[in-house]
Each structure stands twice: as structure tokens, then as C-alpha cells.
């Protein structure tokens, strides 16, 4: 698969085999999406995502796929989104943020109709959804840091949320009609250039994320306050907004 590294590219070939002998002619459409669908792939460290769309979504359905699905986890790959027609349509003015996030990050691999290409997504909903997101992220940050001990863990739980975070940045820019980059380091320029904020920590994340740069450990509980701080700043620019 052009773009993917060979093996990357093989496991996803393997997926789609896969998928087409448990749905058979009830397969509807199949999507690599989220980081390995972008310009920001890391050929063997970013994770193969897919949508997966049937015609319905049944018992039938899940006990065809659910044994296949145990066997990809030590491949990289994740458990398929499942999706049907019937939940496709209705969900997208209460799950807006996702929805918008496989508009722009994926590439449809199976179907003759991309059911992802033309989400509409209304601003109101995805106002709500956003707000409700950025706030619960807040109070889970802060959770984390009174639950959490030793830096180490400390560090994986601000790494390990930097990727949702993703999502909600391009959110908060589509709530403003700007241009949504799919690459993470420039996501977060768009953000502070649009909002005309700074944050500086996320970009310390995201290098630390894909090892151009490392958290210590002496500066961990710093880095995560600082975190916590530039969350809060985005919770008040999207209520102003």
C-alpha cells in the first residue's frame, strides 16, 4: 500500500482479507484512519486504525469478526471501529468531534461510496461536545496527578492523552472555520496562531511523543502543571469563541 512501510502495508492487506471473509457481501466500506492515514505516519510506531462499515451491525456480525480481532493486537493494530448505515447518520450531531476527526484523517480502502467524505457536522453540537471534552479532560488531569505516583506513570498519562487532545485542537479550529492540519506539530501552530495563545507544552509533549525530545524525570511535575495550565487556556478561548 503506497505511503505505508512494507510491513505496515502487509498488516493492513492481512486486515482487509480478513474483513472480507467474516462480512463477505455485507462489508460496505473499509477506512485506515487516524494518525497512519496522515502526513504525520511513523511507519511501525503509529497504530493502523480502521472504520469498518457493514450493513448492519448484528450478532451475526460481531461473533464473524470478534475472533479475528484478538490476533491483531501484538500487530499494532487496533480493535475496528463498526459502524452501520442505520448509526452512521443520526450520530453525528452527538459524537461530532469524532466524526469530524475521520473527515480528516482517513483513507478509504473498501467501498465504492466513501461514507466519510461528506460528514456534515453542525458548529452547535460540536461546540457542546468539545466544551464537555476539553472540561472532562481537565478534571481527569487533575485526578491523575492526586491518583498517580512515580514520574514515570506521571509522564505516560500526559502522553497518553496528548493524542485525544489532537482531536479537540482540530475541533476548536473547524468551531472557527480554520484550516485543520492533520500533522500534530502543526496542529498545535494553528491553534496558537488562530487563538493567539501559546502552547508551548504541547509542543514539548508531541516531540516527546515521537522521541525528537524527552521529558526528565526532574521536570516532570513542572511540565505537567504547565500542561494543566494550557489546558485551561484552551477550556476559556473555545467558551469565548
Known amino acids: 500500500m503506497t505511503d505505508l512501510s512494507r510491513r505496515d502495508s502487509a498488516k493492513v492487506e492481512e486486515v482487509l482479507a480478513a ?4 462480512c463477505g457481501d455485507r462489508l460496505l466500506a473499509v477506512a ?16 493502523l486504525s480502521f472504520a469498518v ?9 460481531l461473533d464473524a469478526i470478534r475472533p479475528i480481532v484478538g490476533r491483531w493486537w501484538h500487530r499494532n493494530v487496533a480493535t475496528p471501529l463498526l459502524l452501520d448505515p442505520l448509526y452512521l447518520e ?3 450531531d452527538v459524537f461530532p468531534l469524532e466524526f469530524l476527526d475521520l473527515l480528516d484523517r482517513h483513507r478509504l480502502l473498501v467501498g465504492r461510496i466513501d461514507p466519510f467524505a461528506d460528514a456534515r ?12 471534552q476539553l472540561r472532562g479532560k481537565m478534571l481527569h488531569l ?3 496527578y492526586l491518583e498517580t505516583r512515580g514520574v514515570r506513570r506521571l509522564r505516560s498519562v500526559m502522553l497518553d492523552t496528548l493524542p485525544y487532545f489532537h482531536i479537540l485542537l482540530r475541533g476548536a479550529l473547524f468551531l472557527i472555520d480554520e484550516d485543520r492540519p492533520t500533522v500534530p506539530r502543526d496542529l498545535i ?9 501559546d502552547l508551548p507544552t504541547f ?4 516531540a516527546t511523543r515521537v522521541g525528537a525530545s524527552l521529558v526528565t524525570r526532574s521536570t516532570v511535575a513542572s511540565v505537567f502543571m504547565r500542561y494543566l495550565d494550557e489546558v485551561r487556556t484552551l477550556v476559556r478561548v473555545v467558551n469565548a469563541a
Not at 53 to 61: G, L, N, S
Not at 121 to 132: A, G, K
Open 19 to 22: 474483513l472480507r471473509r467474516a
Open 32 to 47: 485506515l484512519s487516524g494518525e497512519a492515514a496522515t502526513a504525520g505516519y511513523r511507519p511501525g510506531k503509529s497504530r
Open 53 to 61: 462499515v457493514v450493513d448492519t451491525v448484528d450478532a451475526a456480525i
Open 90 to 92: 443520526p450520530s453525528r
Open 121 to 132: 457536522i453542525e458548529r452547535v453540537h460540536l461546540r457542546i461536545e468539545l466544551e464537555e
Open 142 to 144: 487533575w485526578e491523575a
Open 189 to 197: 501552530c494553528a491553534v496558537e496562531e488562530a487563538y493567539r495563545i
Open 203 to 206: 509542543g514539548v509533549l508531541e
